[in-house]
T-cell receptor, first 112, second 116 residues
Framework: SQQGEEDPQALSIQEGENATMNCSYK?????LQWYRQNSGRGLVHLIL?????REKHSGRLRVTLDTSKKSSSLLITASRAADTASYFC????????????FGAGTILRVKS | DTEVTQTPKHLVMGMTNKKSLKCEQH?????MYWYKQKAKKPPELMFV???????INESVPSRFSPECPNSSLLNLHLHALQPEDSALYLC???????????????FGPGTRLTVL
């Protein structure tokens, strides 16, 4: 299976702290994306990093990609209670790069 | 408008029922997707439509039948489901850049399906 693994499975931090989540995958990819899901509802796209990129920023989010290690990390800085959610990495592959395979996810809880 | 809508929000059906899930987007996207998500698990891809043609079927049982009447609408017809099919069904859409490696998928809120 090309499904990635994520760690940690769960993370509990205080508001204002940074949160780091890691994702590993098994096959070559077109891109890697991170999504957030609140309370079992729809997923919200956070950031996409292409296979030829190494780092990308969006607001308080920083994503890195190491294709040699087949791994990515998501850093959320200065966390807020509203960041409490499940976070999934997803690798895109297939002939058109639109086939997403999601990792197991990290449950983040930010305590105020 | 960056919204994908799904109806109904909740659905309870018996194993002999026939029902349909609906999904709509008005972002001009040409790719649409169905995912299934069991509790505490990641979403799993079921079907992909690209330019209104079925391009990916992830070996989904025939009791799930997708339909794409036009570029804005996606249906999932359900028939003779099993209790283990109970899950959150998510629809998504994307522009479909055909391999440019930049497609972002926008997800709807999902339909929570319970099969009795």
């Amino acid at each position: 299976s090309q499904q990635g693994e994520e760690d940690p499975q769960a993370l509990s931090i205080q508001e204002g702290e940074n949160a780091t989540m890691n994702c590993s995958y098994k096959t070559s990819i077109n891109n890697l994306q991170w999504y957030r899901q609140n309370s079992g509802r729809g997923l919200v796209h956070l950031i996409l990093i292409r296979s030829n990129e190494r780092e990308k920023h969006s607001g308080r989010l920083r994503v890195t990609l190491d294709t040699s290690k087949k791994s990515s990390s998501l850093l959320i800085t200065a966390s807020r209670a509203a960041d409490t959610a499940s976070y999934f990495c997803a690798t895109a592959w297939g002939i058109y790069g639109n086939k997403l395979v999601f990792g197991a996810g990290t449950i983040l809880r930010v305590k105020s | 408008d960056t919204e994908v809508t799904q109806t109904p929000k909740h659905l309870v059906m018996g194993m002999t029922n026939k029902k349909s899930l609906k999904c709509e987007q008005h972002m001009g996207h040409r790719a649409m997707y169905w995912y299934k998500q069991k509790a505490k698990k990641p979403p799993e891809l079921m079907f992909v439509y690209s330019y209104e043609k079925l391009s990916i079927n992830e070996s989904v049982p025939s009791r799930f039948s997708p339909e794409c009447p036009n570029s804005s609408l996606l249906n999932l017809h359900l028939h003779a489901l099993q209790p283990e099919d109970s899950a959150l069904y998510l629809c998504a859409s994307s522009q479909d850049h055909r391999g440019a490696g930049t497609d972002t998928q926008y997800f709807g809120p999902g339909t929570r399906l319970t099969v009795l």
